[in-house]
């Protein structure tokens, strides 16, 4: 069963502006992780926040965490036409072994 | 190059017929997992190895069976391929830190007629 959910499924925005992708999920968690995905590769961590953690950032990246609501942003500033993938939030439980249960993706399109 | 190596990157299935997907990781790493890609889906977990010797069920087992032939190896086998094993089949793996991320193979693209 998904635990994250992504919103908006799909964003489309030009160069330069920001991106902001919401991700809600169900459960208490460990940790939460953002990955990106090129058309057709395989997915590539990005960020990583834990559930004691508020915000953290990884250059043009920002991820905000906030457990009481049970969701998480990912904001990138500055976008670039090479940003342009689909975004998966993840999430740890932190039971038993580790396995991570992603969400369905937001398709991110930068317009040059 | 570290990271995983997934065989084969392409594969026309017809029903019935069996495969085996290879995943191979060199980064020392334990844990080791296969997941299935759909649209709209996400990601699903099909079975993972926790560790070396050890395997476990994820949410859509079904019609599949895996091997953890030593720490770099993870295989997945269909043995009776069906239209609803269509899919894009990613191994991961990562350290045994719970404090980061997957490494994810490259994808193998199955279609079964």
């Known amino acids: 069963s998904q635990q994250g959910e992504e919103d908006p499924q799909a964003l489309s925005i030009q160069e330069g502006e920001n991106a902001t992708m919401n991700c809600s999920y169900k459960?208490?968690?460990?940790?939460l992780q953002w990955y990106r995905q090129n058309s057709g590769r395989g997915l590539v961590h990005l960020i990583l926040?834990?559930?004691?953690?508020r915000e953290k950032h990884s250059g043009r990246l920002r991820v905000t965490l906030d457990t009481s609501k049970k969701s998480s942003s990912l904001l990138i500033t500055a976008s670039r036409a090479a940003d342009t993938a689909s975004y998966f939030c993840a999430t740890d439980s932190g039971a038993g072994s580790y396995q991570l249960t992603f969400g369905k993706g937001t398709k991110l399109s930068v317009i040059p | 190059n570290a990271g995983v190596t997934q065989t084969p990157k392409f594969q026309v299935l017809k029903t019935g017929q069996s495969m085996t997907l290879q995943c191979a990781q060199d980064m020392n790493h334990n844990s080791m997992y296969w997941y299935r890609q759909d649209p709209g889906m996400g990601l699903r977990l099909i079975y993972y190895s926790a560790s070396e010797g050890t395997t476990d069920k994820g949410e859509v087992p079904n019609g599949y069976n895996v091997s953890r032939l030593n720490k770099r190896e993870f295989s997945l086998r269909l043995e009776s391929a069906a239209p609803s094993q269509t899919s894009v089949y990613f191994c991961?793996?990562?350290?045994?830190?719970?404090?980061?991320?997957?490494?994810f193979g490259s994808g193998t693209r199955l279609t079964v007629v």
């Open positions: 991961a793996s990562i350290p045994p830190s719970r404090g980061q991320g997957y490494t």
């Open positions: 459960t208490s968690i460990n940790n």
């Open positions: 926040i834990r559930s004691n953690e």
